[in-house]
């Protein structure tokens, strides 16, 4: 025994010793205790509690940090959640960086690790506008959430061979990414967004009919819908036919009073405004089974797209690959 002991020490001196035997169960109040003598990880290899004291080496190294990277990950609460993938980047080169629009927790940012390798716990599920169900770790700080796992539900594919459809699921994703807050939960804008990806993918009505109800719905959802029967300045109803006096700077319609002044002002007819009443209605649902004409289509894309760009400050990128929605 007297030699055996001596062999575990010269061992350990070496650094070429893989285990030792635990006398007892080291508890996280014994590491607290004075006078014990702290576990320590050897560089390749994991060493158990030895029944001596350990002789200072180079090669071992103090529980302590590791000790504060278990706390780290404890104070980490693990959520699951349904999400649609907005964005991906490449971090390495099997990680990536996720930017999810998720029902239950509104837009957030991760770091997948090993989501890019064929076998692991992502099962190739973030794909861009994939709908797929998470677990990741919440970080309390503005820094990146670990992902842990995720499982694809549904993958989007656009209808026919006609472009359209791809690029109108591409500017939703943008206009989610854009007009949201992170940790800013909308389950109602969720929904709307999971059915237009289905009606894209599916070929339920027209592009430009599915895309313009869906940007209404994301404005009436966060706030930002114009007003479209009464006045944004005085309140009076705005009715009649003819041409009607959109201020995009002020937020909505303008009478004929407090339309002087006003600077991006756009005028519209008042059957277009009648149609923007219905699309943005969400009791209506004969919006599918509506006729718009081109220059109906035309002249409301117009009003909606200045709107959209004066509210994120710029155009969106999307904007150049939907020309065929005002035509």
Same mark, same amino acid.
């Given at each position: 025994?007297?030699?055996?002991?001596?062999?575990?020490r010269?061992?350990?001196r070496?650094g070429?010793?893989s285990i030792?035997?635990?006398?007892?169960?080291?508890?996280?109040s =014994?590491l607290?205790?004075?006078g014990?003598?702290?576990?320590?990880?050897?560089a390749?290899?994991?060493c158990s509690?030895?029944?001596?004291?350990l002789?200072?080496?180079?090669l071992f190294?103090?529980?302590?940090p590791?000790?504060?990277?278990?706390s780290f990950?404890?104070?980490?609460s693990s959520?699951?959640?349904?999400?649609?993938?907005?964005r991906?980047?490449?971090?390495?080169?099997?990680?990536?960086?996720?930017?999810?629009f998720?029902? #239950?927790?509104?837009k957030l940012?991760?770091?997948?690790?090993?989501?890019?390798?064929?076998?692991?716990?992502?099962?190739s599920?973030?794909?861009?506008l994939?709908?797929?169900r998470?677990?990741f770790?919440?970080?309390?700080?503005?820094s990146l959430d670990?992902l842990?796992?995720?499982k694809l539900e549904r993958r989007?594919?656009a209808?026919?061979?006609?472009?359209?459809?791809?690029?109108?699921g591409?500017?939703?994703?943008?206009?989610?990414?854009?007009?949201t807050?992170?940790?800013?939960?909308?389950p109602?804008?969720? =929904?709307e967004?999971?059915?237009?990806?289905?009606a894209?993918?599916?070929?339920h009505?027209?592009?430009?009919?599915?895309?313009?109800?869906?940007e209404?719905?994301?404005?009436?959802?966060?706030?930002h819908?114009p007003?479209?029967?009464?006045?944004?300045?005085?309140g009076?109803?705005?009715?009649?036919e003819?041409?009607?006096?959109f201020?995009?700077?002020?937020?909505g319609?303008?009478?004929?009073r407090c339309?002087?002044?006003k600077k991006h002002v756009v005028s519209?007819?008042?059957?277009?405004?009648?149609?923007? #009443?219905?699309?943005? =209605?969400p009791?209506?649902?004969a919006?599918?089974?509506m006729?718009i004409?081109r220059?109906?289509?035309?002249?409301?894309?117009g009003?909606?797209n200045?709107?959209?760009?004066?509210l994120? /400050?710029?155009?969106?990128?999307?904007?150049?690959y939907?020309?065929?929605?005002a /035509?």
């Open positions: 025994m007297k030699r055996r002991g001596e062999e575990e010269r061992a350990f070496l070429t010793a030792v035997s635990l006398p007892n169960v080291v508890t996280a =014994d607290e205790k004075p014990k003598p702290g576990v320590s990880v050897l390749g290899n994991e509690y030895p029944a001596f004291p002789i200072p080496h180079p190294i103090s529980i302590s590791f000790k504060k990277a278990f990950f404890a104070s980490m959520e699951k959640a349904t999400a649609l993938v907005l991906v980047v490449e971090f390495s080169e099997t990680s990536c960086v996720v930017t999810l998720t029902r #239950e927790f509104g940012h991760g770091l997948a690790k090993g989501a890019r390798r064929l076998k692991g716990p992502f099962e599920a973030l794909d861009l994939a709908l797929c998470i677990v770790l919440r970080k309390s700080s503005e670990l842990t796992e995720a989007f594919r209808a026919g061979r006609d472009l359209s459809s791809l690029y109108a591409y500017y939703v994703a943008e206009l989610l990414n854009e007009l807050d992170s940790a800013d939960p909308h109602e804008l969720f =929904d967004a999971s059915e237009t990806l289905l894209l993918a599916g070929g009505g027209s592009v430009a009919s599915v895309v313009l109800r869906f209404l719905a994301a404005l009436r959802t966060l706030g819908l007003s479209l029967t009464a006045c944004v300045e005085c009076h109803l705005v009715r009649g003819g041409r009607v006096a201020g995009v700077m002020a937020g319609v303008l009478c004929g339309r002087p002044g519209m007819h008042a059957g277009t405004l009648r149609i923007l #009443e219905r699309f943005a =209605d009791a209506d649902g919006w599918r089974r006729t004409d220059s109906a289509r035309g002249e409301l894309r009003v909606v200045q709107y959209l760009c004066h994120l /400050g710029r155009k969106p990128r999307m904007h150049g939907l020309g065929s929605l /035509g």
